[in-house]
């Protein structure tokens, strides 16, 4: 069974998120943005320019810190990616929030799913995004596709998952939400194949 958007929008129906309330933490958000190519689902992703403060040349979603000036969490997403790629906030249809994820370097991310439903032309922010492309989902879905390494951070041992896409490596915060979205779906089609 291929993940649909149909299939997405099921689950958040019932998808019950955790939310993370540390006030040392910064809010921030980040759009998990899908559209469809070649009749399968894609997750658009950007390359950080080394000119941003935070994460200097890494793959990213769409996102950063909350405004004061955003009304909620999600509006600091569609905001972002707004600035970031020229995202019309009106174009995206927002499917749910997963739960919050807190990063080493002291942001607590909520992560927003959209969807796209036509094809849109992005302009980037050059200041703040070098490049913008899309992956499938199914590259995130398969195993041999995926590297796990150990870091030390903060003097503990973590888990630290990496993709290389083309040209490429998508890893850190970025990595694992993907990984923790993808693999809850997936085990909710194999839940459902069972039924």
């Not at 490049?131 to 041992?157: A, C």
Request: overall charge negative.
């Amino acid at each position: 069974m291929q993940i649909t958007i149909e299939f997405i929008r099921h689950y958040f129906q019932s998808f019950h998120r955790r939310t993370q309330e540390y006030s040392e933490l910064i809010p921030a958000a980040v759009l998990i943005l899908l559209f469809e190519k070649d009749d399968q689902l894609n997750i658009v992703l950007t390359m950080r320019t080394n000119s941003v403060k935070h994460h200097k040349g890494q793959v990213s979603f769409p996102g950063g810190t909350r405004d004061t000036a955003d009304a909620t969490i999600i509006d600091t997403a569609l905001r972002e990616a707004y600035e970031e790629i020229g995202l019309m906030q009106n174009d995206v249809e927002v499917l749910g929030m997963l739960n919050d994820f807190h990063t080493p370097s002291g942001f607590c991310i909520t992560p927003i799913v959209g969807y796209l439903p036509f094809h849109s032309s992005f302009v980037l922010n050059k200041i703040e995004v070098s490049d913008i492309f899309h992956v499938p989902l199914s590259f995130f879905l398969d195993s041999r596709n995926e590297r796990v390494e150990l870091s030390k951070q903060s003097g503990k041992m973590k888990i630290v998952y990496f993709y290389n896409y083309g040209k490429y490596e998508i890893w850190g915060a970025t990595a694992e939400i993907l990984r923790i979205f993808l693999h809850a779906l997936d085990e909710e089609i194999k839940h459902k194949k069972t039924l």
